[in-house]
């Protein structure tokens, strides 16, 4: 079974640390995008979720969501699953959605990617 705990990169080279999985599934980390790693503000924006307890052999389902507070007015929620290869490599996958805030009700509709 995958362990989220740990240091993980992605592919854009952006980093997340996830702390201790609780016996109850909550996690808590930071999140640190290739953005931030290249500027001049190196700012870890705060990440919380849980993971679905995993059947007997089973690879495990996780959520869990980054506010980008330090430099910009957007949130993050990611869900994804854990797997491992044949080679024992534990790899997160993840899909995402992210909501920018915008100045109305009617500009709503361009503020999710």
């Known amino acids: 079974q995958c362990q989220l705990s740990g240091l993980w990169r992605n592919e854009q080279d952006s980093l997340m640390e996830i702390l201790a999985v609780r016996d109850d599934g909550d996690f808590q980390g930071k999140y ?3 953005i931030t790693l290249a500027g001049s503000c190196t700012c870890a924006s ?3 979720g849980a993971q679905q307890q995993p059947s007997e052999g089973g690879w ?3 959520a869990f969501t980054v506010l980008w507070d330090k430099f910009s007015n957007a949130s993050t929620a990611f869900a994804g699953q854990c ?3 044949a080679g ?3 790899t997160p996958t993840t ?3 992210l909501h ?5 009700l009617e500009e709503d509709w361009k ?3």
Do not use: I, N
């Open 32 to 34: 640190l995008t290739r």
């Open 46 to 48: 705060p990440l919380k």
């Open 60 to 62: 495990p389902t996780f």
């Open 83 to 85: 797997f491992m290869d």
């Open 88 to 90: 024992r490599k534990e």
């Open 95 to 97: 899909t995402w959605l």
């Open 100 to 104: 920018k805030a915008v100045g109305s």
């Open 111 to 113: 503020a999710t990617r």
